[in-house]
């Protein structure tokens, strides 16, 4: 595996080995110990999460603030997302400032969100079975989220060629100005 990374210190797309031939392939998914090397972190990954999508979901832009803050290990098994992380640490160089990355089945990368950043994404295939390792378990009273429209932080997602399907709850997340602060 090898890490690729983003204009985001910390936010980082990871590359497993894959080994194909026409029987399939094999790629080791996670490792914590290559995991550690490569993100020079130590996190322990303690809730894994699935969801799956139609084309045109978006799903965030969330956050988990402290003393739950989460980081994220995201991967896509089937279909293709375009994947999103937004530094949400108010005094850091990069505050409001983004990074995106196409995963997919097929390409099998990874993203490492670490806590303090929001994360989101919008698929792009007929349907996407998304999956997340996280280092914090879900407190619904930490969450927190930005819109994922903010003019202010100008995300270019792609046209998925449908229209866009949000839940409630993004759909009135705050922009980032107004969103709860990660400190």
């Not at 595996?1 to 996670?30: C, H, N, W, Y």
């Not at 108010?90 to 929001?118: V, Y």
Request: charged share 20%; with cysteine.
């Amino acid at each position: 595996m090898k890490a690729i990374p983003t204009p985001l210190p910390g936010v980082l797309v990871l590359e497993p080995q894959v080994f194909g031939d026409a029987r399939g392939f094999f790629m080791e998914s996670f490792s914590q110990r290559r995991f550690d090397e490569l993100t020079g972190t130590r996190h322990t990954f303690v809730q894994d999460n699935h969801s799956r999508s139609a084309r045109g979901v978006l799903r965030g832009l969330h956050y988990q603030l402290p003393p739950h803050a989460q980081g994220k290990l995201v991967r896509v098994t089937q279909g293709r997302v375009f994947d999103v992380a937004v530094d949400v640490r108010r005094g850091s160089a990069t505050f409001g400032k983004w990074t995106g990355a196409e995963l997919s089945g097929d390409n099998h990368r990874q993203l490492w969100i670490p806590p303090g950043f929001a994360h989101g994404f919008l698929v792009l295939s007929d349907s996407a079975d998304f999956l997340y390792k996280t280092t914090g378990y879900y407190a619904p009273e930490c969450e927190a989220a930005v819109r994922w429209d903010d003019p202010a932080l100008a995300i270019e997602w792609p046209d998925p060629g449908v229209a866009l399907a949000l839940s409630a709850k993004d759909a009135a997340a705050p922009l980032l100005q107004d969103a709860k602060p990660f400190e």
